[in-house]
């Protein structure tokens, strides 16, 4: 109980010595700030706690703590989403990848996806993100993009014998896939009432663009029409499905999404088994890729 207070009074008493000594001694404290992280299994609420003591952690936080919790996270994934994609933008996008990882974005009523009330995001303890799921949400002619998709989160609704699923995910160099080129070559409009929940930035919906395949319904264990799914500007996925409960029979059936591409395994590094998530904080919807302290109570 008393190891976590001790290390929070090291993170300010290194920003205090970094600020005013050398480079060197600048970098051996960003060293030893990793490590204390490590050691407290890169604790949610105590890396937001970090980031909101000053500009300088707050900087540091989006440099190098956050990449470092989404490696610690999910390794395998974030190696993938690497591999030759510009150093640019995933500076930049390492905090809202960590939101991605962890937190659930709930749902809203949305033009194609209709709710009697929000339902509210709350983080996960555990959760897998598939590019072998993320294969299903693309069109035949976007194949070869490459994206990950998590399992649906289960949120039973009152009013309705279905439960609503809430799924999200994020692509690797979306600049260059193929999925924004025909967003862009069909003219697609960007949604003016819809925005990233994990970076802020305007959103396509795959609906109105006509770029759900039926292998996406099939994967959450939904029927077509009853899902929706929206991609930003900055390659985040996030949407809603209505889960239809199966039956034994269907439940034993192998998930596949009947158009032979979908053949990949759990031993090429694809999937990932996320670790556990602090409870400790909740970060809320509102953060934009220009933030680093998720928003909500931190204790």
Known sequence: MSRRPRARSYVA??????????????????????????YMNWDLQTLCQTASVSKR?????KR???????????PRMVAMLSEGVSSTWLGDGWQALAKLLLY????????????????????????????????????KQCRDDLLFVCDPCEHPIEDKEDDLGVYRGVFRGFMRSK??????????????????????????????ARLVPKSAA?????????????VCVNGHLHGSCWL??????????????????DDDDDDDGGDDDLGTASQGADPGVGMSSREVVWDGPTG
């Open 64 to 74: 190098l703590l956050w990449r470092e919790l989404c490696a610690h996270r999910a």
């Open 57 to 61: 952690l707050r900087a540091l936080a």
């Open 244 to 261: 239809v409960p199966l039956s034994s029979d269907e439940d034993e059936e192998d998930d596949d999404d009947g158009d032979g591409d």
């Open 218 to 230: 099939r994967r959450l264990g939904s029927r077509d029409g009853m899902l929706e799914y929206f």
């Open 179 to 208: 999925t924004r080129a025909v967003l862009i070559g069909r003219q697609v409009q960007l949604e003016e009432r819809v925005r990233c929940p994990y970076c802020g930035a305007r959103v396509w919906s795959m609906t109105n």
């Open 13 to 38: 008493e290194s920003s205090s010595s970094s600020s005013s000594g050398s480079g060197d001694l600048g970098n051996f404290n960003e060293r030893v700030l990793v490590l204390v992280f490590r």
């Open 104 to 139: 659930c974005c709930g749902c809203r009523s949305t033009r194609n996806f209709e709710l009697t009330r929000p339902t509210p995001g709350h983080l996960q303890k555990t959760n897998r993100f598939s590019k072998t799921s993320g294969r299903s949400f693309l069109a």
